[in-house]
C-alpha cells in the first residue's frame, strides 16, 4: 500500500477559481481503479494550503492515476494558481518497514 501526502499553495485570491477544478480531481479519482482513498482537506491557518491525503494499492495504481486524462488536464490549470511550488510526500505504511 503507498501513501502520499500532496499539497498546494494557492494564491488567496485565486482559491474560488480553483474550487471547481479540485472538486472535478477529486471525484474523478476516488472513481479510480486502486484508490483506496483521496481525500482534500484545508488549512485553517493558511487559507491557500491544501492538502490530499492519498492511499493507493499500489504503485501501478498511482501511476495510472497520474496519467490519467483528467490529472493531465487539471493539475496543469490549477498549478496556474499556485503561490509555491506543490510538494509530494510518497509513503509506505510502518508495518511494511517490518
Excluded at 24 to 36: A, F, I, K, S
Excluded at 49 to 55: D, I, V
Excluded at 65 to 83: A, D, G, K, W
Aim: glycine share 2%.
Amino acid at each position: 500500500m503507498l501513501y502520499i501526502i500532496a499539497e498546494d499553495f494557492i494564491h488567496p485570491d485565486k482559491i474560488q477559481a480553483v474550487l471547481p477544478l479540485y472538486h472535478e480531481l477529486v471525484e474523478l479519482t476516488q472513481q479510480e481503479q486502486g484508490c483506496l482513498s483521496y481525500e482534500l482537506t484545508h488549512d485553517l491557518k493558511d487559507e491557500g494550503h491544501f492538502l490530499f491525503l492519498e492511499k493507493w494499492e499500489t504503485e501501478v495504481d498511482l501511476d495510472h492515476h497520474i496519467s490519467s486524462e483528467h490529472f493531465q488536464r487539471l493539475v496543469p490549470e490549477i498549478n496556474t494558481y499556485t503561490r509555491l511550488e506543490s510538494r509530494f510526500t510518497r509513503m509506505l505504511s510502518f508495518k511494511e518497514m517490518e
